[in-house]
């Protein structure tokens, strides 16, 4: 290089070099201050700024090479050797500074040629590094020239090698032999890339149209000097490995000149590497060596890495886990250190080694290691060829012209073919194939179908031609091959299941090598070692093939199981969601499908050397695995390669299945679909048998394959949904829209559609018949677009929904939608909101317009379903535009809803819509919200309420931006026939009745405002419902809204909620409530929150003139209205007191007044309770919230003395109080409840001198107070002077064992007193019964109150009136018992003495008897319940003397030693009376059975006897029998639950044999065979009286009924059968049917639980017709369905006896319910009713209401589990209103909510004999359950609401358990 060339390299580059410096000023300024003069540093001392220091610096060292050339070349010499320069920039250094000299090569002269090129390239400055090896020269010059030429003569030999390797005339060499590259050797077609979207959404980019990038497009021009890593991803066969040998090719060639070197590295190789290695050993060792000086070359290519491009080729087949070296610095960027492959390549990837260099990898699109992604530069995917590509494929495959055009032909006339061939190397199979037929036939040609079918055919073929066949109709012969391909079968099987893909010599057997080499099935290659042998290594052509073959293996060698081909079939990729490892094959699933066909069975019989049912039974084990597979839940690529496998198998039943079990719903997002894919698709879906949804987000696709589609007729619903759909899209897709017969829906979202594009599709549409939904959301369409689309509107017949949303939507868009939605009679519904924009249809073609039809019948109403709604949301319309729509909506005939909310309309707007408003036809909402409305809209609007007789509602807030008018349909009225002042016409009378609706809460209308209001509601008189809240009305106001109310004729209802009313406010309205008897109530609250809510009752319609003047005749009575007061939260001082009550006692009807937290003094009180008197239509008076002084308690219990009417007082926890009153004047019966209001022994006895003074108090509660022992007595003392029959309640006193001594003294002294109950456990209860009338029965009954025997005995000694004595856990021993019962001494009379304590179930029978046997009176009863631990004795006195020879004689009758059992002759003394002997778990003993056998003969007087789970042997069985058939008078024996055996049984039905007075037998739960119930049932003839029969649950089946049915039918006294939870079924049935006729006197029959269906439940039905006396029938738990139940209905009103039906959980809906509520309206003698546990529902509950409305004699009805809501509220409470004797009603385990529960609490006062309301497992919530508490204040006779698991928290239950007791909680 000459110096004029010299100094234009450097001025050209000095640029570069001046910003590759400014990076390092403090080296420039050391090189300055050692080569500068002193002038020059002096210069740069007065630079302040630090950058321009170093720019001068530089400046004087340019500048020097003209003046000093040492100088210059001296600091370029030091730029060279102590910097690390890019490759160009340090030529050009080297030639300045004068190294070079003399040694110019070629490269040397590239550089300077490129040096212009790279102006802003820039890396960073370092030290260099000692690179170099120990034996490199220390001569800087040389060093430097000496990595240049190794360079550049490495770089030329790999050159060398790739043109060897890659090269157009590249020759191939084998390591072992000659390959012949027959099959597989082929010119490169270059092949479809795109850009993937998986990258577009990582770097966020916006989604364009597909555009395909050229190969250099992967490669920045210009390197940037970091690290790129460009991963190119593809499907297997795409041409992954084929285009990174041609970028090698074409680098060598010289194409790609900003790599100066380029590495290729195949995973399959970089497998065999187990070892660690540094970077340079894996360059040099394992791709290419340099010649000389690797060290140097090394160096050099570290220092030039932007130059270099690394190639790692099929990362998805690298064995090894992606990770980063593990070391204290994981970015360790050290070259030489030694590390794994897979360490390396992350390392590369992350720029920690070779930093600036250019990695691309390939894979398949399943294997991307999250590690390489963060690192990605882009990201692109190989789509293989398109059309074109195969076209140039095939004509570079096929060399002959003529075969040529005829293959090409083939392909583009089969599209199943030409889709195989998108796919690179199938389409060299596909070539492969198709030239062999065609060489061999001449005509028509069968080709395969499949790619499993193309591989087989492929092999076959190089079997035809090893075995020279000349035609290819002649079979080949496999059998010679059979071990050659089986050994290349089991390679390819080993290689994935040890997932390797290069094999050494040794593993391939030698025919096997020859065989598929010479036909390209197998490559061969060097393989280097770390040690640098080299080794022959053998790999498939493409792993597709290793894949086919082992598929081969798999279905036909002996070594292979069933349950190994299921393991190996691959399903884990498939089902799981997440796994660590992906696995190694890819159509391995694919080729064993594919090999399941029908097709493949002899071909696979040869090559196994097996019969064809052996293949069968493997192919059925594909087949199954793929039946299963579709059950899974799987993605969109999952289910495209489940289609796949089935296209494969060619199996059509199976297809149908897949299609079957896929749901018919194809979904797939965000992956290629290949032409393959669609085909797949296409063959499940159409082997469907029901219609599909198919659907497309994001999904690439080839657009000549959407004609796939038309042939898929049977697709309901199509959906694409992506930006690269365009109008080429559209054109393509519209051509085959037609041809799919049933679509229904469509929806094409997210593309960019203009007018041409658009019109093709309106062109398909119209062809389209089933067509009903139209989706073109978000296809970037303008104005000229969106209204071409109103043209569909008319042309799509069944069309009901178009959605043109995230579209442009201008003015005149929305404009031309309503004009066209008001015009056509197809559209039901135009909602324009923002960048929505759908319209609805009718889905039927109407061709007329809405204003023909207005034109031709204006009177008639719109046919259902025609009407339209309008909504156009905030649309940004203005007052001109309502100018423009006004017109629009004149022209509409039928409008139901017009939604202008959100817009900016303003009062102009709202002004021109109600002008327009009486000329409209609407019915339905007319929404302004949201329009910047002032009050003058308010007006306007509510000015039109006067002026359009069809509003029925307005509503507006300017607060909350609202303003709605709700109309209903009507002819147009004019100004002049509006609503008048004074006249009303009949028509307009009657609309009077229609409810009218005015809501203007928050506009503050204030002084004029105010008067305007008042004026223009004066106008509404027709106006029901009003509600001014929270406009700041105050006491003013309030006052001019009252004046209104006498002229609102129509009004029923006023809300006036804080309005800052005060109490001279509430006395006005309160005026207005006595001087108005229309208004029904007033409630007022006037907390924080005020709340004023007024109620009007209905009124009668006014009569007119007959001349009709307008003059209004004198209008009848109002009817009778209760009227409700309530004022809450208000503070009222005495005199503020009379002041309301002054006006209240002027109110007629006045029925209920509340008060709450109103801070009622005593004196207020009492002021209070003086006007009672005066108010004669009181029921309840309620003061709540309010604390009571005990002086205001005591005045509240007086009540009764000031005014007869009360007839209850209740006060709890002295704060809530209420007094009841009755209608008559006087009551009858009256109630004090003072519960938890601290009275105490100082407050009792002027409470007490109060309740004498009342002769009707029935019931006195005082619990929960502070009365203990003292007030105790107190009480007692004013006892006697108590008039009445009273019930005392004095639970929770503190009441102890004085105080219960005490009350047994008042029960002995005391002649009123008649029963007294104490328990003093932790319950504590205390209760007195006293009886007016004197009563010689009293009873005592004591529960752990602890006293001694003596005290008992004391007891009984005293009060001789004593009948019942019962002692409960009071620690008794039996001794204590003994002496107790000896205790007694009455003169006559009957005395019952119980005890309950432990010992009595552990006590034996004789111990017991022995017992009974100390009593003093004559044994009528005996009672020994050990379950309850429970023995009770009856006896009668006086005690009767019997002569001792009496008492002899029948000693010695039962031939008892009294020396066995010394206590039984006293026993059998006392017992010549006994009646009745009820014994319950009792286990005799035989000598115990022999006693009491023997004892029973001597009981003349027994007549019933009871054992009910008692154990007893068959000997004790044997005795018991013997003595029963000697009780001659016995009428009731019941043994259940008895294990008495086989032989037991039947002698004690032996025993019944005669029993002339038998009534009643029960002999249930004893399950026996029917043996023994026959001889029963032949035992019952003789028993002419009997009347009861029980044999529940015995297991009985049909068999015994007829021996059953044949005695009954002679049972002429039977009145009550019980048959329940047996297993008679219908026949049994039948049976019992025919005897219910002969039954005359039946009154009960219960057959639940028997397994009776409807057929046997009609015949039984059938038969009660005549059973005129019957009371009671069972028959829940029967499956007997709607049929029966009507017909059960049909003879219940001739049942005019019946009492009780039960018809539980016997399958009954609403149909059935229905007939069933028709016959209970006839039968008003129905006391209990049970249908639960059946699907009644809503509409069940409805019927069954209006049954209701005439059970007047009803007490239970029960709908558990009956599915009922809050939607059947209403009419379940009406019908339960109705009746008024009930007294439990059960509602639990449905799903009834705080709606019901409110409907509930308002029937609950009416019924006054309700006690039980069951709710639990329920929805209700507190809200709910408060409005039940409130309502309980009126309900003195319910005693239970059961709440049990509602949606109430455990301390919102506790509060209101508290509020009222109750409401139970509890299970």
Known sequence: MDEESVQKAVQNAWPQLVEFLSHTPEWVLKKAKQLLSQADLSQLEEVADHRKKISLALDMFQRSANADASIFQNFMQSVCMECTLPMELEIVCMSASGLGEGHITPVQEVFEETATQFPSTSTRLERRRPWTSHSTNNNGKQSKQQRLDSSEKYRQRIIATMLQRYGANRSVEATEGEIRQLAFSQAFVNLVIRQSKAWKIKSNSEEHSDVTMRLSDLFRSVPSGTSEVVLLLGKPGIGKTRLMNQICQQWAEGTLEQYKLIFLFEFRQLNLISGRLSLQELLFDFFLCPEDCPSAVFEHLLENAQHVLMIFDGLDEFVEDIKLPFSPNPLSSDPLHPLSVSELFASLCHGNLLPGCTILVTTRPKMLPNILLETVTLLAEIWGFDREKVEEYASSFFQHNALKDRAIACLKTNGKLLSMCYIPALCNIVCICLEYLLLQDEGSIQLPQTMTQFY?????????????????????????????????????????????????????????????????????????????????????VHFSFQEFFAALFLLTSKSIDDHCLREKFFLRKWILKKEAKMTFTENCHIFLSGLSSQGCQQFLSSLAGRNESWIQERQAVITQILKKLATDSLTGPKVVELCHCVYETQNLDLAQHVGTALNFKYQFRNFRLMPLDMNSLAFVINSSPDLVSLGFVGCPMELEYLDVLASCENIKSLSFQSRKYGNEFVAVLSKSLPKIKCLTTFKLAGGNITVPGLGELLRAFANCHQLEDINLQDNKMKEQEMVKIIEMFSTVEKLKKIDLSHNQISENTILAFCRAAAASPNVTELHIRKNTLTINFTGQSIRSGRSERLGRNEDKTAPQGQTLKLRLQDCQLSPRHATQIAPILRSCSYLSEIDLSGNNLGDEGCRELVKTLPKMSISGLLNLNNNQLSLESIFCLLHSMTMCPNIRKLEASLPQKTAVLTLVAGAPRSRRNSLNDDQFSTDEGQKLKTSRKICLTGNSFRGEDLNKLCLVLRRCRSVTELDLSNNSLEDSGVLKVAELLPDMKALHSLILDQNHISLNGVFCLVQSFSALEQMTSIHLNLENTQSVRLSFGERSRPKLTGKRQGKLLVCPPHSVHARHFSLKDCVLAPEDVVRLFGILNMCSRLSEINFSGNALNDQSVEQLLMFLPHLQSLKLLSIRNNRFSQHCIHLLANSFNLCERICGVEVRSSENAFLHYVDGQESQETHCRLIDCGIGQGDIKELCIILEKSGCLVELDLSRNCLGDDGLRCLLEHLPRIRSSCLMKISHNGISQDGVLCLVNALTTCPNVIEVHVSLCSEETLTITLERENNLQKTLRLKQCSFQAEQLAAMLGECLALTDFMLVNNGLTLSDAEALFKAPRKPTGVLRMGIEERWVKKESLTGLLKLAAEVQGNITEVTIRRDISLFVVEQVFPYPVEKVESVVSRLHQCELEAKGVPFLQKFIEKCHQLCALNWSEVHFTDSEVATISSALLQFPALKRLELTCCRISPFGIERLAEALSQCIAIEDISISKCNLGIEGLSNLVNALEGKLHLKSINIGFLNREDGSVLKLISRLSTLPLLRRLILNNNSLGSEVCPHLAETLKNAIHMEEINLSYNEIEDAGVKEIATAVPQMKNLKQIDLSCNSIRSVGGQCFVEALASSERLEGLRLSENNLGCETVAKLAAILPSVHHLKVLHLSSCNIDSEGISHLAKALS???????????????????????????????????????????????????????????????????????????????????????????????????????IRGLAEKLTQCRRIQSVRLWHNKISTEMERNLSKEESRLHFSA
């Open 456 to 540: 087989i055919k492929m092999v076959l073929i190089f079997i035809h031609k090893l075995q020279k066949l000349s035609r290819a109709s002649e079979e080949a012969d496999l059998s010679q091959h059979r071990a050659t391909l089986s050994s290349l079968c089991e390679l390819a099987f080993k290689g994935l299941e040890e997932k390797k893909m290069l094999f050494y010599t040794g593993e391939v057997p030698a025919h096997a090598r020859d065989f598929a080499s010479v036909y390209g099935l197998l490559s061969a290659f060097e393989v280097k070692a770390s040690n640098g042998s080299a080794r022959a290594g053998y790999t498939f």
């Open 1722 to 1824: 006839e039968c008003p003698q129905i006391q209990e009713l049970s249908l639960s546990e059946n699907c009644i529902g809503n509409k069940g509950v409805r019927a069954l209401a209006e049954g209701l409305a005439r059970s007047s004699q009803l007490r239970k009805i029960e709908l558990k589990m009956c599915r009922i809501t809050d939607s059947a509220s209403k009419p379940l409470a009406s019908g339960l209103s109705h009746c008024a004797m009930l007294e439990e009603i059960v509602l639990s385990w449905n799903a009834l909510g705080d709606e019901s529960a409110l409907e509930l609490a308002t029937i609950l006062p009416g019924m006054e004999r309700l006690r039980i309301l069951d709710l639990d497992h329920n929805e209700i919530t507190a809200c709910g």
